[in-house]
């Protein structure tokens, strides 16, 4: 049966991925001490890897799990009016990267999601994001991807479907929420 067979391999890449517990939990570690300093998150996606990028977003200027201060997070496609006056003016591959250049500083973070690792907007931010000094962090599909090779670090996913590794994207922004939070309110190992 066709979900059955969607569990085997959401089962299979959550066992493959948990090997990169470490890496969210440094990930974490950063991303709670730029937010406290007063740095701010940009996250950007298209499609699932938008609502990815807006779930992550929404975490950290609400709350996770406890009630803990608001963060500085901001997912570069939500402002739909900006966004589509982007596209018109300078194009799609511009449409993250020129909030980037708007938002972002040095120091601050960027997330940037993509199944297939191949989004020309997203790498175009990515590259956008290294001109403001900023850190770039990837949650992609398979590698080698041009989206894992751009950023500074990566956790690529390998899993057969978009659809799984947009499951296992969720995780990793759960994770990396949890990661945050274990910092900011002093609740040890993540």
């Known amino acids: 049966m066709m979900i059955?067979?969607?569990?085997?391999?959401?089962?299979?890449?959550?066992?493959?991925?948990?090997?990169?517990?470490?890496?969210v939990t440094e990930w974490g570690a950063h991303l709670a001490d730029v937010l406290a300093g007063g740095g701010r998150l940009l996250a950007c996606g298209n499609g699932g890897s938008a609502a990815?990028?807006?779930?992550?977003?929404?975490?950290?200027?609400?709350?996770?799990?406890?009630?803990?201060?608001?963060?500085?997070?901001?997912s570069l496609h939500?402002?739909?009016?900006?966004?589509t006056a982007i596209v018109n003016d300078y194009g799609e591959d511009?449409?993250?990267?020129?909030?980037?250049?708007?938002?972002?500083?040095?120091?601050?973070?960027?997330?940037?999601?993509?199944?297939?690792?191949?989004?020309?907007?997203?790498?175009?931010?990515?590259?956008?994001?290294h001109d403001v000094g900023m850190v770039t962090w990837a949650l992609t599909g398979r590698p080698p991807n041009p989206l894992a090779g751009t950023c500074h670090d990566a956790i690529c996913v390998d899993a057969p479907t978009t659809a799984t590794v947009q499951e296992?994207?969720?995780v990793l922004v759960h994770a990396l929420c949890m990661a945050v939070d274990a910092v900011l309110l002093?609740?040890?190992d993540s």
């Open 4 to 23: 059955t067979t969607h569990f085997d391999a959401l089962v299979d890449a959550i066992g493959r991925t948990s090997t990169e517990v470490g890496r």
């Open 52 to 74: 990815e990028a807006q779930h992550l977003t929404a975490e950290l200027v609400g709350r996770f799990r406890a009630e803990r201060m608001p963060l500085s997070a901001i």
């Open 78 to 83: 939500a402002e739909t009016s900006a966004l």
């Open 94 to 129: 511009e449409m993250f990267a020129r909030g980037v250049r708007a938002h972002g500083r040095p120091g601050d973070v960027l997330v940037a999601l993509s199944t297939s690792g191949t989004s020309r907007n997203v790498v175009a931010a990515v590259k956008a994001a």
């Open 168 to 170: 296992v994207h969720l």
């Open 186 to 188: 002093g609740e040890g």
